[in-house]
């Protein structure tokens, strides 16, 4: 099992920046696939990125490309989501997620992803 916690969430304008951690306890993360997803009021859970075990492969939502990085330091068991020129449209809880199993065709599908931080509020003020 792991525990993962996430933090940085904030109040930031539009075009700011902010990075996410997320901290995994328990079994090492670099077991598992780890991602972020977000959800705003009234709306799913949405994938926003997804990094490989070994940090070889990321993958994103097209809304976020070019703009969020996802990465990992598995000596730290810590995942990250650097994200810049922020946009009002990405305000929402953001998730950290892990799962040792899930398919790369799965990986927008939140009941796909095993393990879940409690989120942190991410605002972007216009």
């Known amino acids: 099992q792991v525990q993962l916690v996430e933090s940085g969430g904030g109040l930031v304008q539009a075009g700011g920046s902010l990075r996410l951690s997320c901290a995994a306890s328990g079994r090492t993360s670099s077991s598992y696939t780890m991602g972020w997803f977000r959800q705003a009021p009234g709306k799913e859970r949405e994938f926003v990125a997804a990094i490989s075990r070994r940090g070889s492969s990321t993958y994103y939502e097209d809304s976020v490309k070019g703009r969020f990085t996802i990465s990992r330091d598995n000596a730290k068991n810590t995942v990250y989501l650097q994200m810049n020129s922020l946009k009002p449209e990405d305000t929402a809880v953001y998730y950290c997620?892990?799962?040792?199993?899930?398919?790369?065709?799965?990986?927008?599908?939140?009941?796909?992803?095993?393990?879940w931080g409690q989120g942190t509020q991410v605002t972007v003020s216009s």
């Open positions: 997620a892990a799962d040792s199993a899930v398919l790369l065709s799965d990986y927008r599908t939140p009941r796909r992803w095993n393990y």
